[in-house]
Nanobody, 127 residues
Framework: QVQLVESGGGEVQAGDSLRLSCAVS????????MAWFRQAPGQERVAVAVISWSADRTYYDDSVKGRCTISSDNPKNTVYLQMHNLKAEDTGVYYCAADSRPRRNVIITNPLGYDYWGQGTQVTVSS
C-alpha cells in the first residue's frame, strides 16, 4: 500500500511563503500523476495544483496561479507545493494525492480520479 505523508503546513501571515512536501513511501512509485488539493471548512476538496508523471504538464487553480509552483523530486520520492504571497483564502487542509495508474501523462482535477491520499496538513493564513 502506497502511503503519502504531507508536511510543511502551519500558521502564517498574509504575504508569507510556505513549502509543502509530500513524501511517497514506495520508492518505485515514480511514474504517476500527483496533485495537491485544498479543503476549506464546509467546502469541497479542490485541486490547486497537479503535475503529470513526466513533469512536463502542470495545472494550477486560478486562485493560486502565479503564486504557487508544484514540482517533483524523483530521487527523493517527494512532491512539493511552493506557495508565495499567501492569502487568507488559501486557508485549509492541504492533501497530497496520487493516481495509481502509471505513465498516464494526464492532468486530473477531480478528486475521484485519485487512489491514494495523505492525511493532510493544515495551512492557516491570517490577514
Amino acid at each position: 500500500q502506497v502511503q503519502l505523508v504531507e508536511s510543511g503546513g502551519g500558521e502564517v501571515q498574509a504575504g508569507d511563503s510556505l513549502r509543502l512536501s509530500c513524501a511517497v513511501s514506495d520508492r518505485t512509485f515514480t511514474a504517476h500523476t500527483m496533485a495537491w488539493f485544498r479543503q476549506a471548512p464546509g467546502q469541497e476538496r479542490v485541486a490547486v495544483a497537479v503535475i503529470s508523471w513526466s513533469a512536463d504538464r502542470t495545472y494550477y487553480d486560478d486562485s493560486v496561479k502565479g503564486r504557487c509552483t508544484i514540482s517533483s523530486d524523483n530521487p527523493k520520492n517527494t512532491v512539493y507545493l511552493q506557495m508565495h504571497n499567501l492569502k487568507a483564502e488559501d486557508t485549509g487542509v492541504y492533501y497530497c494525492a496520487a493516481d495509481s495508474r502509471p505513465r498516464r501523462n494526464v492532468i486530473i482535477t477531480n478528486p475521484l480520479g485519485y487512489d491514494y491520499w495523505g492525511q493532510g496538513t493544515q495551512v492557516t493564513v491570517s490577514s
